[in-house]
């Protein structure tokens, strides 16, 4: 089946420090890359939209300096998180539409979880 | 508005059959999907209902009553692996996902 590959799977930094994403579509072309944030006990948040070769686009509330997106490819997309600080401390999430039927899904990738100290 | 209600947490016991609820309000509506998400892991897809009825997929089931913006995700024989949170999404005029938070299933021995 699709998969997304999303790496580092956790990742601990200094207050201050800039940590990046990745997400790669291993077995299909990810046009379009959505990038959630979910805190402990609550729902996926959607940040932003990032379609390959434009500007992503931002949820409202989202810093798109700080959270900087790029995707560059068709199997590529990062999230950049800028100066980071103890309250982006959270599990952040990648996902890719599978394929032309939308009863298809979309399919995940394992998620990073971020602790900034 | 948009809004998706799920009950926050469930309990139900080894071999038996448990249903999570979802109710939704949407500006247009195009599908409900349920995920499983295990804790410190990332969703995976369970079903999609555009229609109304019962979608069965082996020991899972889903419902749709698009009148009542009305879902259940059916759970049967359920198994200790089953304990995770169960993610309501309906997907709106944009094509975009609005997520509940989720159902944490705790299952007993």
């Known amino acids: 089946g699709a998969v997304v590959s999303q790496h580092p799977s956790w990742v601990i930094c200094k207050s201050g420090t800039s940590v990046k994403i990745e997400c790669r579509s291993l077995d299909f072309q990810a046009t379009t890359m959505f990038w959630y944030r979910q805190f402990p006990k609550q729902s996926l948040m959607l940040m932003a939209t990032s379609n390959e070769g434009s500007k992503a686009t931002y949820e409202q509330g989202v810093e798109k300096d700080k959270f900087l997106i790029n995707h560059a490819s068709l199997t590529l997309s990062t999230l950049t998180v800028t100066s980071a600080h103890p309250e982006d401390s959270s599990f952040y999430i990648c996902s890719a539409s599978i394929g032309g039927a939308i009863s298809d899904g979309y399919t995940f990738g394992s998620g990073t979880r971020l602790t900034v100290v | ?109």
């Not at chain 2, 799920?6 to 609820?21: D, L």
């Not at chain 2, 509506?29 to 804790?39: E, S």
């Not at chain 2, 969703?43 to 999609?48: A, I, Q, V």
């Not at chain 2, 692996?81 to 997907?91: E, G, I, T």
């Open chain 2, 1 to 109: 508005g948009q809004n998706i209600d799920q009950p926050t947490e469930m309990t139900a016991t080894e071999g038996a059959i448990v249903q999570i609820n979802c109710t939704y309000q949407t500006s247009g509506f195009n599908g409900l999907f349920w995920y499983q998400q295990h804790a410190g892991e990332a969703p995976t897809f369970l079903s999609y209902n555009v229609l109304d009825g019962l979608e069965e997929k082996g020991r899972f089931s889903s419902f749709l009553s698009r009148s009542k913006g009305y879902s259940y995700l059916l759970l049967k024989e359920l198994q200790m692996k089953d304990s995770a949170s169960y993610l309501c999404a309906d997907m709106d005029s944009n094509y975009q996902l609005i997520w509940g938070a989720g159902t944490k299933l705790i299952i007993k021995p």
